[in-house]
């Protein structure tokens, strides 16, 4: 496969963009972690216990620190590599067993971050679909069954990548290994993984929802409240996921141009990265609309409400 001559100047630009937007979305995460612990210290003991009673909190955080995670692992792992090969020295990357073990660590990484927005939307379809359950609503479930199974979902998943379909590794004339794109099964693959999948069960919980709040519309229901706020968070989810796509939509359409010809277009993988450190941005600014409780905690200095 031929690969075309890139563009250095515009290259470095687009390079350059994508490692100022990943620290900013490090940045934003590492403030609004911080202030979840500054509330949380500030708090009277009752409020602290209020505090560790609520789920969205907890998922919230998790999400946090997914976007935490991924932006030290991206920036070390590819922009600190790419700015040493661009502007010191020239040096030698090998394609080793740890390098390509790190690079399916921050792919799994990506993948379970997506997949903690179906967490959020499953909490929210459990709450609306089977309210009498109360433990599947409660901070422990989540925290010792929930929130591990989707890292094990996040990791699973991406594991073929690596195992199955061998597609990580050194890219050619590229500091770091990652997924290539030039493999056809993984290319079909990761995108099912990362966004089809779950994007759809987002949607799914999404209309079972709306079923059962227009279901329940003509009913009295002391949870009909609740019930319309957690079709408000899901919608809002699904807004943000495809605004997402769309961000990472100039990647495939430069895939679907250049590989049926033949062609490697050596900006696909800048132009992957930079989706990438846009999403992470988008994703840590919108965490407050998507978690009401999370949005009043750190705006306010009173007790943390059981409203949302």
């Known amino acids: 496969m031929t690969v075309l001559s890139p563009s250095s100047v515009i290259g470095q630009i687009r390079q ?26 500030r708090f009277n003991t009752f409020q602290r216990k209020k505090f560790s009673s609520e789920t969205s909190i907890f ?32 040096q030698e990357f090998h394609d080793s067993f740890s390098c390509r073990f790190r690079a399916y660590i921050l792919l799994s990484i990506h993948s379970t971050l997506y997949w ?6 499953t909490f929210r379809f459990t709450r609306v679909i089977y309210p009498t ?13 929930f929130i591990p199974i989707h890292y ?5 998943t991406t594991l073929p990548i690596w195992i199955g379909f061998k597609a990580v590794y050194l890219l050619p004339n590229e500091p770091y290994c990652t997924a290539s794109y030039n493999e ?7 995108p099912i993984v990362a966004f089809i999948l779950p994007l759809s069960i987002i949607s799914i919980c999404y209309i079972c929802i709306v079923v059962q709040i227009r279901r329940t519309a003509a009913v009295s229901s002391v949870n009909q409240s609740r019930n319309r706020r957690d079709f ?15 961000v990472s939509l100039p990647l495939f359409i430069d895939l679907f141009v250049f590989l049926p010809k033949g062609y490697t277009d050596p900006n696909m993988n800048s132009i992957g990265w930079l989706s990438s450190s846009i999403n992470a941005v988008i994703l840590a600014l919108s965490l407050p609309l998507v978690d009401p409780k999370m949005y009043r905690l750190i705006s306010k200095t009173d007790v943390v409400h059981t409203c949302a």
Do not use: W
């Open 232 to 246: 408000v968070v899901i919608r809002r989810i699904i807004m943000i996921i495809t605004i997402l796509s769309l």
């Open 16 to 41: 350059l963009t994508s490692t100022i937007a990943n620290l900013l979305a490090l940045v934003l995460s590492l403030v609004l972690l911080c202030l979840f612990i500054y509330k949380f210290f």
């Open 152 to 156: 094990l979902i996040g990791f699973l």
């Open 116 to 121: 903690s927005y179906v967490l959020k939307s």
């Open 59 to 90: 998922l919230a955080i998790n999400t946090l620190i997914l976007l935490i995670t991924r932006s030290i692992l991206q920036f070390f792992e590819v922009d600190l590599n790419t700015i040493k090969q661009n502007y010191f020295p020239p």
């Open 133 to 145: 359950y109360v433990r599947l609503h409660q901070v422990t479930t989540y925290v010792y069954i």
């Open 184 to 190: 056809l099964a993984s290319l079909i693959y990761m």
